[in-house]
């Protein structure tokens, strides 16, 4: 039997629970209204296979979070935004959750050219791994 995904669920449930220990540990006999301050995790899904993982550990600890959503390549083919992805998405919209943008095609540096501009490379996004040269 594959336990990925149970090993993955606990770190994710494990790193959450600590997070939230973070966030209220200095006012810890205070009620969990006036934990106000906020805890930044940054959980990669990558290809999305732990993002069902990661909603059910969100909404059992009642945790809310922005999704910084990045459109990368998946195990389906047509990326973390499209549309065999769209209802995980709506559902964590449904939620509550915020949403902002993480970029849509995740430009690397690769060198300094010698006239001035930079070369880089998209790894995702609709030039992905094409070598560019931006002023």
Known sequence: MDTRPQTA???LSGLLRAGLLLWCSAGFAQAAAACNKPVYLTLDTGHMEVAPLMAEVLQRQQVMVTFFAADEPTRTGDGSLGTHWAPWWRARAAEGHAFASHTLDHVYW???LPDGRLQVRPSAG??????QAWT
């Open 9 to 11: 669920l606990r770190q």
């Open 110 to 112: 690769r060198a300094d």
């Open 126 to 131: 609709a030039q992905a791994g094409q070598t």
